[in-house]
């Protein structure tokens, strides 16, 4: 299975970037889908998950009322929509599957390269 992040870039506090996240996994592959980060000198933690079967969706509280997620199964495709950001939210971020619902500890079986954010005045 591969995946691939993109839509990354360089913006200021407050502004907004779309990411989005293409793989080639099919439906007996995973159950849900989603996006970590990971900045420098820090842990990796999940930011949010979608179910593939159905629309349930987590958020790690930071990004909760911030962060949108959202699939299109015809086009294998998974997006995050960012708005408001904030420097913390920099990193780099990761597409992976399958994802947790909840604020775990997770080995993400699969996971491909990420896309850089960065956010700053």
């Known amino acids: 299975v591969q995946l691939q992040a993109s839509g990354g870039g360089s913006v200021q506090p407050g502004d907004s970037l779309r990411l989005s996240c293409v793989h080639s996994?099919?439906?007996?592959?995973?159950?849900?889908i989603g996006w970590f980060r990971q900045a420098p000198g820090k842990e990796r933690e999940g930011v949010s998950c979608i179910s593939r079967i159905d629309t349930f969706t987590y958020y790690r509280p930071s990004v909760k009322g911030r962060f949108t997620i959202s699939k299109d199964n015809a086009k294998n495709t998974v997006y995050l929509q960012m708005d408001s950001l904030k420097p913390e939210d920099s990193a780099v971020y990761y597409c992976?599957?399958?994802?947790?619902?909840?604020?775990?500890?997770?080995?993400?079986?699969?996971w491909g390269q990420g896309t850089l954010v960065t956010v700053s005045s």
């Open positions: 996994a099919v439906t007996s592959d995973y159950l849900s």
């Open positions: 992976g599957i399958p994802c947790p619902m909840g604020d775990y500890n997770w080995e993400y079986k699969y």
